[in-house]
């Protein structure tokens, strides 16, 4: 019986407090929803104060269920009708929480001693419910007034995020127009080095094709001289045309056969005898070719001859081994036949040649063969090697400089100063240029080292420069030429001598800019002076003659 009151008083504890959680749960909820407007508020607050009731009225309802279990009554039987009557079909009070009893076995149950009460309230100590007060209208307005707030921070750092993300977009935009900027210069600028590299292209292949056409102008001015001069000893002398003469030596030839006793000479019957030296440039049978080697002497020799026109595998030149019969002295080549190489050659032995005149006090002569040098080295195209591009630079700057030596000696300042100019623009392009390392690299191995490139040679062409600015009273220029070649000989070893040239060919320049400078200050001011005084003059001149009197 204990057991069974004490089941019932758990499960209604049991409830009350399942009840007081889910009324704490709409409380918070209602705390929670305290923004929301004060028809929703008044709202929660009757179901909250309902719910209250409620759980009020049902907890007294178990209290009294509970009374009953416990009251005495008469022999004892009282307790147990009053729970049949509250059981009964119909009847309120715990019917609501309890299901009806349709049928039960009827047990009269002992009255709760105060010992049983005692030790049920220490198991089971009374639950203390807190009933939460309903939400006032300040607390709901302070809330509304937080989250206003919030709502507002939260604006402001939306809009400040915005503002941030717009300031990202603006950089972005600003760096994809700058690359698209970059894009574009870098097209162009490919483009228009692209066009540069067309151009040098076709005007190389306009210099190849103006050099195939003066050669075939020559070629064919030669033909019709022979043609004129055939005719012409045809019609006057009854000496038969080319053709037929060929035609007449091949009949005489066949009808007299001759033992042959040696190879034919390319020379001619007429020709004197030809003794090749090493070195020199030959004719024979298969071309052009070089005398690379002499074995033996006389008729009996052996030359060694390497050709020069056309090569063999790996580009390398077949050897011939022939009798000096068999070959002749080769006829200047033109420049347009010439290959890098021959250019090479050919200017090589022009500049030894103007130093051999330069020495003997010949500058025209001298000067002469230096321009024919750099004739020869201009035209030598791009498609050459490291080594070959060395051997342009190592002719070509010198050949400057002594060819502005030559014209300055001559009184041609005016082409001393180009000369001059243009090896010092050489020597310049060659340092600022990123692709002459290997260029740089065979000019050492050659001798030529850049103390040689870039000291001693501008060195020269600003001395050179400067003189010739002199003489053509041009101080402003030799002063600007004059301090480099200054601050080059101070910065370089073993060029006091030059140095103290320079430096006394400035203070000279310096001194005639100066004085030039005061007497151009002196004729202008008395040009202006002269100016001032012709209005007043001309106003004299224009004004009538005062009257005398006279008519």
């Excluded at 483009?191 to 070629?219: H, M, P, T, Y």
């Amino acid at each position: 019986m204990a057991a069974r009151k004490s089941g019932k008083k758990k499960r209604a504890e049991a409830n009350s407090l399942k009840k007081a959680a889910a009324l704490e749960a709409a409380t918070q909820n209602a705390h929670q929803n305290g923004t929301k407007s004060g028809a929703d508020l008044e709202k929660k607050k009757s179901d909250i104060a309902l719910k209250v009731a409620e759980a009020q009225q049902k907890q007294k309802e178990q209290e009294e269920a509970a009374a009953a279990f416990g009251a005495p009554g008469g022999d004892g039987g009282g307790g147990v009708i009053k729970i049949l009557d509250s059981l009964a079909p119909g009847s309120e009070g715990i019917s609501s929480i309890y299901p009806p009893v349709v049928e039960m076995e009827v047990e009269v149950l002992e009255p709760m001693t105060e010992e049983d009460s005692v030790e049920d309230e220490e198991i089971y100590p009374p639950v203390v419910e807190e009933v939460l007060e309903p939400m006032s209208e300040e607390d709901s307005v302070e809330d509304g007034e937080k989250t206003g707030e919030e709502a507002e921070v939260k604006k402001d750092e939306s809009n400040g995020q915005i503002e941030a993300d717009d300031q990202s977009l603006s950089e972005a935009a600003d760096n994809l127009n700058s690359l698209a900027e970059d894009l574009e210069n870098e097209s162009l600028s490919d483009s228009a080095e692209n066009l540069n590299g067309v151009a040098a292209e076709l005007e190389q292949a306009s210099l190849i094709e103006r050099q195939r056409l003066s050669a075939f102008k020559d070629l064919s001015e030669m033909y019709l001289r022979q043609r004129a001069d055939s005719e012409s000893r045809r019609m006057v002398y009854g000496v038969p045309s080319g053709q037929e003469e060929v035609e007449a030596q091949d009949a005489t030839a066949a009808a007299n056969p001759k033992p042959d006793t040696k190879p034919s000479s390319p020379l001619g019957p007429d020709e004197p005898a030809y003794t090749p030296k090493v070195g020199d440039e030959v004719m024979t049978q298969f071309g052009r070719g070089e005398v690379a080697e002499v074995r033996g002497s006389g008729a009996e020799a052996t030359l060694v001859v390497k050709t020069t026109e056309w090569r063999m595998a790996l580009d390398q030149p077949a050897t011939l081994y022939l009798q000096p019969a068999a070959v002749g002295p080769a006829p200047p080549k033109k420049s347009y036949q010439m290959t890098t190489d021959d250019k090479l050659r050919k200017a090589r032995a022009l500049k030894d040649e103007g130093a051999g005149r330069f020495q003997e006090k010949d500058y025209a002569g001298a000067q002469a063969l230096y321009f024919q040098c750099v004739g020869y080295l201009r035209y030598i195209g791009e498609e050459t090697t490291s080594a070959q591009r060395a051997q342009v630079n190592e002719l070509l700057l010198p050949c400057y400089n002594n060819m502005a030596l030559c014209l300055l000696r001559l009184g041609r300042h005016q082409d001393a100063v180009v000369a001059a100019s243009n090896a010092l623009l050489l020597s310049d392009a060659l340092q600022a240029s990123a692709n002459s390392v290997a260029v740089l690299r065979e000019l050492a191995r050659r001798g030529v080292g850049e103390d040689t490139l870039f000291v001693r040679w501008p060195l020269k062409s600003l001395g050179l420069l400067g003189k010739a600015l002199l003489k053509q009273n041009e101080y402003d220029r030799a002063v600007e030429h004059l301090e480099r070649g200054v601050d080059l000989a101070g910065r370089a070893a073993g060029a006091a001598a030059q140095e103290k040239e320079m430096a006394d060919l400035l203070k000279r320049a310096k001194a005639h800019r100066a004085k030039a400078k005061k007497a151009q200050k002196k004729m202008w001011a008395k040009s202006f002076k002269k100016n001032a005084a012709l209005p007043a003059e001309e106003g004299a001149a224009a004004a009538p003659a005062p009257p005398t009197g006279e008519e």
